[in-house]
């Protein structure tokens, strides 16, 4: 099952990359800043944030996993946890459909493909 990862692989092609987030480890989308624009100082529309580190990338690599889906989205819901939304109100269903559509993104390239994200898009880095 194809998967993202936060990766190094591609950095410094932007002037603003940075790769904070640990190598090789899952990756999901965060919040954004209001009226933050893609290369503004945040950071938040160009980037990704790693399951474990909870910390941003500006790539991320699509690899083979032996994880199952049903694996993956324990593993989504727990990062989401780890930031409180759980206690907040946010449901594990929710978590396994936001699960579901990273899954469908990565499986939408080929394995080995660096990717980058500019606001809603989501592309080969080249």
Known sequence: MNVLVATTKG????????CY???GELVGFSLECDGERI??????????VGFDSLK???TFEVVDSPL???EFCALHWNSLCKCGWDSIGLKRE???AQAKCLLALAGRFAVGSVLERRGRSIRARR
């Open 94 to 96: 929710s978590s396994d």
């Open 56 to 58: 941003a990338t500006t």
């Open 11 to 18: 950095q410094g092609k932007r002037s603003n990359d940075f």
């Open 39 to 48: 290369d503004g100082g945040c950071g938040c529309r160009r980037s990704v």
């Open 68 to 70: 199952t889906e049903q």
């Open 21 to 23: 987030a640990n190598e």
